[in-house]
């Protein structure tokens, strides 16, 4: 993680973008246009969604048109698909950590603005649907409020005006290259989490790079740090996903010397989408065999530089013997740090005990502890299929 300069002066203000920084805005994008491109003869390309990213919707329906062919003018296109999208609005998930920053300024009287290219009316409706956001903001800049809309810094200059505060005061939050753009542009300091996976070199020009919200350190810029954090770890929401093991590849064994196991992503695409990268803990339930502490990486594995996002667990004990066919589940409750590179495998290997270590004693404690309990863990797959659980197949490496 790229660590900021110091700062001349204490940040007083944040400015907050909303699609793919604070909302998971492009996994609703996806299932508005596959079905709409299958109408008309295209299949959808997840390749080029990055090509949408920090786009007004006036310039990312010109995009669509053009990477498909399709035979609409951008007038009759927006018409088409502004009534889906306004059915889809408050289906759309608040990304990791995105509460949790917006409750963390509130509470301790930092101002916030949202400046995003969408039109206000959308981003009304948008955030509307998410309990106490709106109250949170002094501010709400949309992009039809603007003469031009990102990578132009008009938005981010409006907010400021509209907070009665400078622009070297303000700290800005984006996920897209035009936000970032934009942002440096209004003389502010700016913040990447960037929405694209692995594309983090092209956002050198921000201060500093993180993975998700939940690697933000208020404490850099001079506000008041978070305090939920504990024994090096972060409690979350707990999460459910589970399904029968089956034999893998043998890389978390043969390579590294522990036997991880992978959740194939085209069986977890909800919760790939919905679930930043990092490695995460929590208890692991074998329908045959008990409870065990888990640490968990989700990502794409710098250092073996994945094609695509996986979700691989540890159950932290020697069973000494296979278990495929039985069934696993597991209750993620915990965040400890974000994915990243190594130099070598051997550092890499460390790494991975040190999250061990963390998450072993991190389960001792009660906050974690009362998962044991939980009847997802110990009621059989075929039994009870949780409404908060997905089934699957977990790949054993």
Known sequence: MATPEPIARLISHVILDLDGTLLNTYCVVSQVLKPFLVKNGKKWDSKKAHKLVGKTPYEAAAVVLEDYGLPYSTEEFLSMLTPMFNEQWCNIKALPGANRLIKHLKSNGVPAALASNSPGSNIEAKISCHQGWKESFSAIVGGDEVEKGKPSPDIFLEAAKRMNTNPPNCLVIEDSL??????????????????????????????????????????????????????????????????????????????????????????????????????????????????????????????????????????LHDFGEDFYGEELRLVIVGYIRPEANFPSLESLIERIHEDARIAGKALNLPLYAKYTDSPYLRNSLKEDNSANGKQSVIDSK
Do not use: C, Q
């Open 178 to 315: 035009p936000g970032v753009a934009a942002g440096k542009a209004a003389g502010m300091h700016v913040i990447a989490v960037p929405s694209v996976p692995k594309r983090t070199a092209e956002f050198s020009s921000a201060d500093e790079v993180i993975n998700s919200l939940l690697d933000v350190m208020p404490e850099k810029w001079g506000l008041r740090p978070f305090s939920d954090w504990i024994d090096d770890t972060l409690p979350i929401e707990p999460w459910f996903i589970g399904g029968p093991v089956i034999k893998g590849f043998g890389r978390g064994s043969k390579v590294l010397g522990i036997p991880t196991a992978n959740l194939p992503a085209e069986n977890f695409s909800d919760v790939l989408s919905e679930h930043t990268s990092g490695v995460y803990f929590g208890w692991a339930g074998l329908s045959t065999r008990g409870i065990y502490k888990m640490v968990m990486s989700i990502g794409w594995n710098p250092y073996f530089d994945n094609t695509e996002k996986t979700i691989e667990p540890w159950l």
